[in-house]
C-alpha cells in the first residue's frame, strides 16, 4: 500500500472490547465502531494506548511503503541520465513527478524502492536466523484500486519476487489467487463507499510465482479468504502445478467483517472436506482478532494443521512474542511438536537452496 504520510494510513479501532468495555472473546463480540475511512486517521481516539500501538505496527508493517519513496526512487534513476535530474532543497522535482505520473507508473519504474526496503528489512533477520521462512507481502494500494476499479499490472504487484528470492532475502513468496472485500459493515450492514478495499489478483500474478517458485526454488504461502479461492488451489493441486514448499492459510473474521467466512467449526470443516485426499499443509488464520479466542486454534492442531498468528493479523493485539508465548501453551496442551526454522523448511519440502538444511 502507497501512502505519503502515516496521516493517511488506515486506522481501525479496537475490536476486542465490547460496548461495556469488558474484554470477550473476539468471535463472541462486535467491534466498537466500523473501520474507518481508509485514507485517513481520526482526530481523536478513545483508547490512545491502543491508537499508538496501532500506528507503530502500521509504520514498521512493510507493505506500507510510503508514495514518496517511490518518486525519491524515480526522481534518482531519472537523475542518472545525462540531461539529469537534479535534487531541490524545496522538492519541486517530487512534485513534478507526482504531476507527471500516476501512481501506478511511478510505481513500476521505482519497483527498486520496493527490493531496498525488504531487502533492509529481511537481511538483519537472515543473518540471525538463517533457516527463517521469510516472504514478502504483494504491492498494493487500496486509493489506486477504488479509482480505477482494477488492480495494478501483474509486474507491479508481483514482480518484486524474482528479484527478493534472488538476492537470498526471501525463501517464499505470496501466492494470491482471487478477489476478497476488506471492510467492516457501516450500521445499516452494508461496505461502506470509502471505507473499504478489495483485495485481488489476476492471472498474471500467478503465473509469476510460479515461474519463480520453478526456477529459484521459493516456497509458496497460498492464501484463502472464500471457498472459491481454495477452488483454485483445488484445481491447480489436481493438475500437479502447486509449488513444492507450499502451505495455505485459511483466513476467517467476525461477522462484522465483509469477506472470510466466521469462525465456526462448519467453516473450517467445509475447507478440509474440500481438500480431503489432497497431500496439503494448511494452518487458520483470522484478521482482526485472535484465532486463539476461537474454537479453529485448538480444531486445527486436533486435526493436523496448524494456525497463524502476529501483529498483522491482529494488529490491536499484544507484542508477537506475547502471542507467541500464548500459542505455545496451546500447542502443548494438544501435545503437538514445536519445530525449529530448519525443520519447518524440511517440513513444508521448501527447496530453496539458501536456507536448505544440510542433510
Keep these: 500500500m502507497l501512502y505519503d504520510s502515516p496521516a493517511e494510513m488506515p486506522y481501525v479501532d479496537h475490536p476486542a472490547f465490547s460496548p461495556d468495555g469488558t474484554r470477550r472473546p473476539h468471535w463472541l463480540i462486535r467491534p466498537v465502531r466500523p473501520v474507518r475511512d481508509a485514507y485517513g486517521l481520526p482526530g481523536a481516539a478513545e483508547d490512545a494506548a491502543v491508537r499508538e500501538e496501532l500506528e507503530l505496527a502500521l509504520r514498521c508493517d512493510r507493505e506500507f511503503l510510503p508514495a514518496r519513496v517511490l518518486r525519491e526512487e524515480l526522481a534518482q534513476r ?43 528489512a529481511f537481511e538483519p533477520v537472515r543473518e540471525k536466523h538463517p533457516h527463517a521462512i521469510l516472504y ?8 489506486v484500486y477504488q479509482k480505477n476499479r482494477t488492480p495494478w499490472r501483474p509486474e507491479i504487484q508481483s514482480g518484486h519476487y524474482r528479484k527478493m528470492a534472488e538476492a537470498g532475502a526471501a525463501n517464499m513468496v ?21 471505507g473499504f478495499w478489495w483485495y485481488g489478483f489476476w492471472p498474471g500474478d500467478q503465473e509469476i510465482v510460479l515461474d519463480v517458485c520453478k526456477d529459484l526454488g521459493t516456497g509458496a504461502s497460498i492464501s484463502v479468504f472464500e471457498p472459491g479461492w481454495m477452488k483454485n488451489v483445488v484445481a491447480m493441486a489436481r493438475a500437479g502445478i502447486l509449488p513444492r514448499g507450499s ?3 485459511m483466513y476467517f473474521a467476525d461477522y462484522d467483517w465483509a469477506g472470510m467466512a466466521p469462525p465456526i467449526p462448519e467453516a473450517l470443516q467445509l475447507y478440509l ?29 486436533e486435526r493436523g494443521g496448524n494456525f497463524r498468528v502476529g501483529l498483522e493479523d491482529w494488529w490491536t493485539g499484544p507484542s508477537n512474542l506475547e502471542q507467541l508465548k500464548r500459542a505455545k501453551e496451546l500447542i502443548n496442551k494438544v501435545g503437538r511438536p514445536i519445530v525449529t526454522g530448519a525443520e519447518a523448511i524440511k517440513y513444508l519440502d521448501i527447496p530453496f537452496p539458501a536456507t536448505r538444511p544440510k542433510a
Design 78 to 120: 531519472l537523475d542518472a541520465i545525462p540531461n539529469g535530474f537534479p535534487a531541490t532543497e524545496s522538492g519541486v522535482e517530487l512534485r513534478l513527478l507526482a504531476k507527471m505520473y500516476e501512481p501506478d507508473e511511478a510505481a513500476l519504474a521505482a519497483v527498486g524502492a520496493t527490493l531496498r526496503v525488504y531487502i533492509e
Design 136 to 143: 514478502p507481502t504483494a504491492n498494493f494500494d487500496p486509493a
Design 174 to 194: 505470496l501466492f494470491d489467487t482471487g478477489v476478497v472485500p476488506v471492510s467492516v459493515y457501516n450500521e445499516k450492514g452494508m461496505i461502506p463507499k470509502k
Design 247 to 249: 502451505k495455505v492459510i
Design 273 to 301: 472436506h474440500m481438500i480431503e485426499g489432497l497431500d496439503l499443509k494448511w494452518s487458520v488464520g483470522m484478521v482482526g482478532g485472535d484465532i486463539m479466542d476461537t474454537p479453529l486454534a485448538r480444531m486445527a492442531l
